[in-house]
């Protein structure tokens, strides 16, 4: 008979159907979430910096997941060219960071294409962390940025965390069964109902009433984070890697954690693009 330590054995006790990696996994978004906040908060060069350095971490497990053998200066010229583009976005200088991204791309398409590496992949990393990047940006330098983007943020945080929550407790049907074996409906049911909770929780203490537009922008936003989720997924499965990285604790890698935010990025600017009366503007 083997017998659980006891460090096992209450720690299954206190997380239950959560999992004995739950306190981990909280305990490093919650530090995560608030160096977020402040970043926001402070706007222009910090919360650019602290965007690059994600980038930058990103663009290392980017670059040991899809490109045999690493290479440091696949990750180095994805980095680079997001910097570059980050510092003449803070500016609202958007042309040029737009070609700075564009250089970048092109220049690591050359680089892979020299040293027998997968072009795709190499093109495809400055331009899958950087327009993110550039997008965020946009969207803190506008009037009351830094509230429609820690809106922003609680969305996605909301998604995150309950679709794992509820999946683990209800588990049920897989969502994607060949490209996530974890990912359940019940998960994509529940991210999606906290994306609305928290969200709207957060418009009324900001003074803000969530109506219909705003929970249609909260449901958007919330499916393109988890479809974001499954595409890295579908990546790592591509190369069969189960994480990204090493980086954070109970998560894996930065890239794992952040995965949902570069999709719905996208979502949101387009919102905010396509809606002159947006509730945090």
Same mark, same amino acid.
């Given at each position: 008979?083997?017998?659980?330590?006891?460090?096992?054995?209450?720690?299954?006790?206190?997380?239950?159907?959560?999992?004995?990696?739950?306190? $981990?996994?909280?305990?490093?978004a919650?530090?995560?979430?608030?160096?977020a906040?402040?970043?926001?908060?402070?706007?222009?060069?910090?919360f650019?910096?602290? $965007?690059?350095?994600?980038?930058?971490?990103?663009?290392?497990?980017?670059?040991?997941?899809?490109?045999?053998p690493?290479?440091w200066? /696949?990750?180095?010229?994805?980095?680079?060219?997001?910097?570059?583009?980050?510092?003449?976005?803070?500016?609202?200088?958007?042309?040029?960071?737009?070609?700075?991204?564009?250089?970048?791309?092109?220049?690591?398409?050359?680089?892979?294409?020299?040293s027998?590496?997968?072009?795709?992949?190499?093109? =495809?990393?400055?331009l899958?962390? /950087?327009?993110?990047?550039?997008?965020?940006?946009?969207?803190?330098?506008?009037?009351?940025g830094?509230?429609?983007?820690?809106?922003?943020?609680?969305?996605?945080?909301?998604?995150?965390?309950?679709?794992?929550?509820?999946?683990?407790?209800?588990?049920?049907?897989?969502?994607?069964?060949? $490209?996530?074996?974890?990912k359940?409906?019940?998960?994509?049911?529940?991210?999606?109902?906290?994306?609305?909770?928290?969200?709207?929780?957060?418009?009324?203490?900001?003074?803000?009433?969530?109506?219909? /537009?705003?929970? =249609?922008?909260?449901?958007?936003?919330?499916?393109?984070?988890?479809?974001?989720?499954?595409?890295?997924s579908?990546?790592?499965?591509?190369?069969?890697?189960k994480d990204?990285?090493?980086?954070?604790?109970?998560?894996? /890698?930065?890239?794992?954690?952040?995965?949902?935010?570069?999709?719905?990025?996208?979502?949101?600017?387009?919102?905010?693009?396509?809606?002159?009366?947006?509730?945090?503007?």
């Open positions: 008979m083997t017998v659980a330590s006891p460090d096992t054995a209450s720690t299954r006790s206190a997380w239950g159907p959560l999992g004995s990696d739950f306190g $981990i996994r909280l305990a490093s919650l530090v995560l979430f608030g160096i906040l402040l970043v926001v908060w402070l706007g222009g060069w910090p650019a910096a602290w $965007i690059v350095l994600a980038c930058a971490v990103m663009a290392v497990e980017w670059e040991r997941m899809t490109q045999s690493f290479h200066a /696949g990750a180095l010229l994805a980095i680079a060219g997001i910097a570059i583009a980050a510092a003449f976005a803070v500016k609202a200088l958007y042309l040029y960071a737009c070609i700075a991204l564009g250089v970048a791309a092109f220049v690591a398409f050359l680089h892979a294409q020299l027998g590496r997968h072009r795709r992949w190499a093109f =495809a990393l400055p899958y962390l /950087g327009i993110p990047a550039l997008l965020l940006i946009w969207l803190r330098n506008a009037p009351d830094h509230l429609s983007v820690l809106w922003f943020l609680f969305v996605v945080w909301a998604t995150d965390s309950w679709a794992m929550i509820v999946g683990r407790v209800f588990k049920g049907p897989l969502l994607a069964p060949v $490209i996530s074996p974890k359940t409906w019940s998960g994509f049911i529940g991210g999606t109902l906290g994306a609305i909770g928290i969200g709207s929780l957060f418009a009324v203490v900001a003074g803000r009433t969530p109506d219909v /537009g705003l929970v =249609a922008a909260m449901v958007a936003i919330s499916l393109t984070a988890q479809a974001g989720d499954v595409l890295e579908a990546v790592k499965r591509r190369f069969r890697a990204a990285g090493a980086a954070i604790p109970g998560h894996g /890698g930065v890239l794992d954690r952040l995965d949902s935010l570069l999709s719905s990025t996208l979502a949101f600017a387009l919102i905010r693009a396509l809606w002159p009366g947006f509730p945090f503007s």
